[in-house]
C-alpha cells in the first residue's frame, strides 16, 4: 500500500488554487507514526537516542505550535485515535488533528516559512504515514 508523508507539486497548486480566497481554511490530519523515529534523509542532525515516532512527532508540534500561532495557525483537536469503527480494520491512525488557519495563503506562507522548514524533519522522521484534508466551512 501506498504511503504518504508531504504533498506532490500538483496537489499544492491545485490545493492553493481550490481554497485561495474561500476564507478561514482546517487542515484535518490523519497520522501513523513510525514504531522508531527514522532521521537520516531528513536533513536534521541524528537525534542521539532512539526515540518513538510518537516522541519525534511530539517534539514536531512543540517547535512548531509557536511559529504556527504567531503566522495565525490554531490546533483546534488534537485526539489519539485506533482503528475505524467503519472502514478498513487494518487501516486506523494513530493520532488526529484539526489545524485552522485564517487563509491559505496564511497556510502556504507558514509552510514555506525557514522557522518552520528549520524543524519540519522531525515530522518527516516520526510519520509511517499520513493524510492532509483541506476542510473550509459550508452550509448544509
Known amino acids: ?78 485526539g489519539r485515535s485506533g482503528d475505524f469503527l467503519i472502514g478498513p480494520q487494518n487501516k486506523g491512525w494513530d493520532a488526529v488533528l484539526l489545524v485552522e488557519y485564517e487563509s491559505v495563503d496564511v497556510f502556504v506562507a507558514f509552510a514555506q516559512s525557514e522557522a518552520y522548514l528549520k524543524n519540519a524533519g522531525h515530522r518527516t522522521a516520526s510519520l509511517e504515514d499520513s493524510r492532509l484534508l483541506p476542510i473550509t466551512a459550508s452550509e448544509l
Request: aromatic share 12%; proline share 6%.
Open 1 to 78: 500500500m501506498k504511503t504518504y508523508i508531504g504533498p506532490t507539486d500538483e496537489s499544492q497548486k491545485e490545493f492553493y488554487l481550490q481554497f485561495k480566497g474561500k476564507g478561514p481554511i482546517t487542515m484535518l490530519n490523519l497520522v501513523k507514526f513510525k514504531p522508531i523515529a527514522e532521521y537520516s534523509g531528513t536533513g536534521m542532525p541524528q537525534v542521539k537516542e532512539r526515540i518513538s515516532g510518537r516522541e519525534a512527532y511530539a517534539k514536531y508540534l512543540e517547535l512548531t505550535l509557536p511559529v504556527m500561532k504567531k503566522a495565525g495557525g490554531n490546533i483546534k483537536f488534537y
